[in-house]
Each structure stands twice: as C-alpha cells, then as structure tokens.
C-alpha cells in the first residue's frame, strides 16, 4: 500500500482482529486486486527487531495470502512488541483465525462499510 491515506482507510474502517502477535486490519476498497501494508512501531522495539518483525509479517502475508487474500481488500498488518520472537507456527495458526474473522465480518456487512 503505497501512502498513509491507504493506512488511515484501514485504520478508520474499524474492521480489525487483534492476535497475540499482530494485529491485522481490511477494509474493502471495490478496487480489482489486494494490497498490503505493512507496519511496526517503536513500541515494537530498535531498528533490529521493527525489521525483523516486518521481514516475518512480510513472509506470513506473501505464504497466506497468497491463496487466502479477497480482490478489492486492503489488509494492514500491524507487529507487536513480540512478533520478532513468537514461534512460527503460532502466527500462522492466529492468522489463519484473523482473517477468517475479518472476511466473515466483511461478508456480514455485504462487502462495503
């Protein structure tokens, strides 16, 4: 997602799930394809572990999203202060529910906000 206008919609939406290691966001947006921003604070750490965070987010999107992802969605993944350190496996797995989460509430508000 390439501006903080994008970041903002996400944000705004208010369709969000919040998991142990990240906190993911989507807001339709009718457009053709996904996008995905990613993103990680200083609450998150230094420089080492904000990079680190976004680099493991980047790969857990690029391996999920790939199949999993809705045309016309934009997503915003959002690192927390533990996501350098959690195991694999368990952000796979807290993925897998937040973005079955977020899609079922974006097919309960048909699609628009």
Do not use: C
Not at 31 to 60: C, E, F, P, Y
Request: charged residues 25%; proline residues 3%.
């Amino acid at each position: 997602m390439p501006s903080r206008a994008g970041f903002l919609a996400a944000r705004n939406s208010g369709i969000k799930a919040v998991a142990a290691g990240f906190v993911l966001q989507a807001t339709p947006t009718g457009r053709d394809d996904w996008r995905l921003g990613l993103t990680a604070s200083k609450k998150t750490g230094n420089a080492v572990r904000r990079n680190r965070a976004r680099r493991r987010l980047r790969a857990l999107a690029r391996s999920e999203l790939a199949t999993r992802a809705r045309a016309g969605t934009d997503y915003v993944i959002i690192a927390r202060h533990n996501t350098a350190e959690r195991p694999w496996q368990d952000l796979v797995s807290e993925f897998h529910k937040a973005l079955g989460h977020l899609h079922r509430v974006i097919d309960k508000q048909g699609g628009q906000r």
